[in-house]
């Protein structure tokens, strides 16, 4: 009698161990591309208004400076 007890309280637990959602949630790739309408001066690690400005006319959420006084346009892939 117990071993029929046993098997049926294994199925309920794997019924509710399989139901339970497990989302992991995980930060996605960033995409980048050049900005094509700054101008301007642009320190690497920065992000200034005019480069964030020029992004933002291009669709893309934020702007950083990168090396060689580049604005780079990101937005998570």
């Not at 009698?1 to 930060?27: D, Q, T």
């Not at 959420?61 to 580049?70: N, S």
């Amino acid at each position: 009698m117990e071993k029929k007890y046993f098997g049926l309280l294994f199925l309920v637990l794997f019924f509710f161990a399989s139901e339970m959602k497990m989302v992991v949630e995980v930060e996605g790739a960033t995409c980048a591309k050049p900005s094509k309408f700054f101008k301007g001066g642009c320190f690497s690690g920065f992000s200034t208004p005019a480069c964030r400005n020029a992004c933002s006319q291009e669709g893309w959420p934020t702007g950083i400076c990168v090396p060689v006084f580049r604005c780079e346009c990101r937005r998570t892939c």
